[in-house]
């Protein structure tokens, strides 16, 4: 489920004050805004500007189901005057970054400085707060074994997601998927197959899950090289969720993925077409438009289109910078790509000075591949590259060295 207003930073609020949090409810086509007065001085809170009297709420979310919202119209109440919406009753929300937990914050500030161990504690410091709300208790749970898996502790991270007791929290299916992918990539594809039909059988998971699930099950036949059938079961997933670009996105992706990763090199085109309408959906997540470009960069890479697939990846790195997994795999692809035109550079055209400036470009990008995000292919490029690399720096007259 994903947040339908999103986490918005608030600036500019008196000192001392710790904004609450916000639940619009809809009943007869008329929205209801929890939390806030009717109005505040002589201005009227209504469904177009109740943003701007955020601080000014009293209400809190203690969980954000996929399903349903959890939510006190009084943060001071006692937990068992709170109500639960369903997600169909819900018109918008927003989730004060104040009445965050603190810990929850400063993990994810550190995982994003590539500090994993200092994550790690922060994350589990939240899960050992006694006054931080389940929705953050949650979410840092989540981000524990996300956090093992972005850095490459995959077993940990499998045995984490293993014990997933996150009930009907919204990491619950999220958390499902990351351990079919762990199993998916350890060759487990029969227990892919039952935790990706696991999460279709969650009670009342909404639809555009049951989606994703199935896009689940076309990954492992994938994985295990069944590229027609994968291909046959994305485009059935693409004719029904006509009304879930998401989902839409997903599928398209993933039958043209099929066709790169079959290396059919007469139908690269196709999967280009399919990557491109993908693209041009509106409404779809970031998480799709990483997965969408990084397979349109693996398209033309496998077509040695190595100006043209620089670009996606880079696209990735640089606008979709939360979702940690695809960025480190573009960063790497990427990086192959500048060290490939450097060699073409060097054996084409006799162009020291340009190899050098590519080879270069292309050695930053997958030594920060491997040192930030823990991709461990990236490591073993750099070392095979490293002496070439130096010697690049030392007639471009570099003298510093990344420390790795």
């Known amino acids: 489920m994903s947040r339908i207003l999103g986490i918005v930073v608030l600036m500019g609020l008196a000192a001392g004050v710790a904004p609450a949090d916000v639940l619009l409810t809809k009943s007869r086509n008329k929205v209801k805004i929890n939390g806030l007065p009717d109005k505040v ?22 969980e954000e189901n996929y399903d349903s919202i959890v939510y006190k119209k009084n943060a001071k109440a006692k937990d068992s005057s709170a109500k639960t919406y369903a997600l169909s009753d819900i018109a918008g929300y927003m ?24 994550a790690l504690r922060a994350f589990k410091e939240v899960l050992a707060s006694e006054t931080a709300r389940p929705v ?24 984490h997601f293993a014990k997933w007791n996150g009930g009907k929290s919204r990491w619950t299916p999220v958390a499902m998927r990351m351990l079919a992918e762990i199993q998916t990539a350890s060759k487990k594809y029969g227990n892919a197959r039952a935790t990706y039909k696991r999460i279709g059988e969650l009670p009342s998971i909404p639809d555009d899950w049951k989606l994703k699930a199935r896009a689940g099950l076309v990954k492992v036949d994938i994985a ?35 066709i790169v990763v079959a290396q059919d090199e007469a139908r690269y085109g196709e999967a280009e077409t399919l990557l491109n309408r993908g693209l041009a959906l509106k409404d779809v997540s970031i998480t799709q438009k990483a997965f969408l470009n990084v397979t349109l960069g693996d398209c033309l890479y496998s077509q040695r ?60 990008l997958i ?36 420390k790795k």
């Open 367 to 402: 030594h920060d591949a491997g040192k930030r995000y823990s991709v461990g292919a990236a490591r073993a490029v750099y070392r095979k590259n490293k002496p070439e690399y130096e010697a690049a720096k030392k007639r471009a007259g570099m003298a510093v060295e990344e």
């Open 224 to 258: 295990e090289r069944k590229y027609k059938e994968a291909e046959k079961a994305a485009a059935s997933i693409v004719k029904e969720a006509t009304k879930n670009p998401d989902a839409q996105a997903l599928a398209l992706g993933l039958q043209a993925q099929a």
């Open 95 to 118: 989730m004060a970054p104040l009445q965050r937990d603190a810990n929850l914050e400063n993990g994810h500030g550190l995982l994003s400085t590539g500090n994993i161990a200092g």
């Open 136 to 159: 953050d208790k949650h979410e840092a749970n989540f981000q524990i074994g996300y956090t093992y898996a972005a850095s490459g502790r995959v077993k940990s991270a499998a045995a």
């Open 305 to 364: 289109k190595l100006d043209e697939a620089r670009y996606p990846y880079m696209r990735v790195a640089e606008l979709y910078t939360s979702e940690r997994g695809y960025v480190g795999a573009a960063l790497l692809n990427a990086g192959n790509c500048f060290i490939d035109l450097a060699g073409k550079a060097l054996a084409q055209d006799n162009d020291q000075a340009a190899h050098d400036d590519l080879l270069i470009k292309g050695m930053k």
């Open 41 to 62: 001085g002589e201005d009227e809170v209504t469904a177009s500007n109740w943003r701007i009297f955020v601080p000014k709420s009293t209400g809190v979310i203690l």
